[in-house]
């Protein structure tokens, strides 16, 4: 007896003679950055990769680099040529001037310090930012929060906090120098104001280093006054002191907003840690105990069998 589907595939048969075994042919990929399996391509990588750069970490560090490299740049050269205007201008015996040559040796060296430091820091609170972004956690899978990490994340909001209040402090110690320096060139702008005012002689008005402090009373000269103080205004290292302490401060005003930035960073990423350890105990929690509610489901299942 042949049944209807037999008699349907000879019939197929019959009508299609010249038909053969069906054949699977290679799909080729589609046009574009996904595959048909669903594998990613380039472009969402690239995207996932950019997604997971700590950016705020990123121009906070730019920053704090581009001021400490003013800072301690510049402060370098203009040290050095304010060395060189005492030493010429104001204080020409060596003894006199000798403290404060070595103090700006040791400013100098101080000075490579905190160069060295701050590219070290700044990398690190950087590669920090990079471990505590959420984009890095997803793509490098599950993350996971230790007391240890937490400690390091508190302790770099704190010397963070301390590096900003010293860094106040050399904001405002840099601020001297481009004081003393305007207070030289304004007194230079008075003297070539007052050449055409016969009445006042540009003599009289003069510049006394020591009342500054920077050299005993006992040097000579100390000061300088009407066209000796204007040569001294119009020279070379005066011209390139005075600017350079004046960037030299805005480096420093850079690297405090730099630290500022940082701590809002720091402090941001230490309270996602505190609240990422919360979740993970929870979660704890909850597969323990859904893990035993398996367990006892496990063992109802058992008991059952065993009595039917």
């Given at each position: 007896?042949?049944?209807?589907?037999?008699?349907?595939?000879?019939?197929?048969?019959?009508?299609?003679?010249?038909?053969?075994?069906?054949?699977?042919?290679?799909?080729?990929?589609?046009?574009?950055?996904?595959?048909?399996?669903?594998?990613?391509?380039?472009?969402?990588?690239?995207?996932?990769?950019?997604?997971?750069?700590?950016?705020?970490?990123?121009?906070?560090?730019?920053?704090?680099?581009?001021?400490?490299?003013?800072?301690?740049?510049?402060?370098?050269?203009?040290?050095?040529?304010?060395?060189?205007?005492?030493?010429?201008?104001?204080?020409?015996?060596?003894?006199?001037?000798?403290?404060?040559?070595?103090?700006?040796?040791?400013?100098?060296?101080?000075?490579?310090?905190?160069?060295?430091?701050?590219?070290?820091?700044?990398?690190?609170?950087?590669?920090?930012?990079?471990?505590?972004?959420?984009?890095?956690?997803?793509?490098?899978?599950?993350?996971?929060?230790?007391?240890?990490?937490?400690?390091?994340?508190?302790?770099?909001?704190?010397?963070?906090?301390?590096?900003?209040?010293?860094?106040?402090?050399?904001?405002?110690?840099?601020?001297?120098?481009?004081?003393?320096?305007?207070?030289?060139?304004?007194?230079?702008?008075?003297?070539?104001?007052?050449?055409?005012?016969?009445?006042?002689?540009?003599?009289?008005?003069?510049?006394?280093?020591?009342?500054?402090?920077?050299?005993?009373?006992?040097?000579?000269?100390?000061?300088?006054?009407g066209p000796i103080l204007e040569n001294i205004c119009n020279t070379n290292e005066f011209y390139m002191s005075y600017h350079l302490f004046i960037v030299a401060c805005a480096?420093?005003?850079?690297?405090?907003?730099?630290?500022?930035?940082?701590?809002?960073?720091?402090?941001?990423?230490?309270?996602?840690?505190?609240?990422?350890?919360?979740?993970?105990?929870?979660?704890?929690?909850?597969?323990?105990?859904?893990?035993?509610?398996?367990?006892?489901?496990?063992?109802?299942?058992?008991?059952?069998?065993?009595?039917?």
């Amino acid at each position: 007896v042949i049944t209807r589907p037999e008699m349907e595939i000879g019939r197929y048969h019959w009508m299609y003679r010249s038909s053969r075994p069906h054949r699977y042919h290679h799909v080729p990929a589609l046009r574009g950055n996904i595959s048909p399996l669903g594998i990613q391509g380039c472009f969402e990588c690239c995207i996932k990769c950019l997604g997971g750069v700590p950016y705020a970490s990123l121009v906070a560090t730019i920053l704090c680099f581009s001021g400490v490299a003013l800072f301690c740049g510049c402060g370098h050269v203009a040290l050095t040529g304010t060395v060189s205007i005492l030493e010429q201008h104001f204080s020409t015996t060596a003894s006199d001037h000798a403290l404060l040559s070595e103090i700006i040796q040791l400013m100098q060296y101080v000075i490579y310090g905190i160069a060295s430091f701050f590219f070290l820091y700044g990398i690190i609170l950087l590669a920090e930012g990079f471990y505590t972004t959420s984009a890095v956690k997803e793509l490098h899978g599950e993350f996971k929060t230790t007391a240890c990490g937490r400690c390091i994340s508190g302790m770099f909001v704190f010397l963070t906090y301390v590096l900003g209040v010293a860094w106040l402090g050399v904001f405002g110690f840099s601020a001297v120098p481009v004081f003393m320096f305007y207070n030289i060139w304004s007194t230079c702008e008075v003297i070539k104001s007052l050449q055409t005012n016969v009445t006042v002689p540009g003599d009289q008005i003069c510049v006394d280093i020591r009342q500054y402090g920077i050299i005993p009373w006992n040097a000579v000269p100390g000061k300088a006054c009407g066209p000796i103080l204007e040569n001294i205004c119009n020279t070379n290292e005066f011209y390139m002191s005075y600017h350079l302490f004046i960037v030299a401060c805005a480096g420093a005003g850079a690297t405090v907003i730099a630290l500022i930035h940082f701590l809002m960073i720091l402090s941001s990423n230490w309270a996602y840690l505190k609240d990422a350890s919360k979740m993970q105990a929870y979660q704890d929690i909850k597969a323990k105990e859904e893990q035993e509610l398996q367990d006892i489901q496990s063992r109802s299942k058992e008991q059952l069998n065993s009595y039917t």
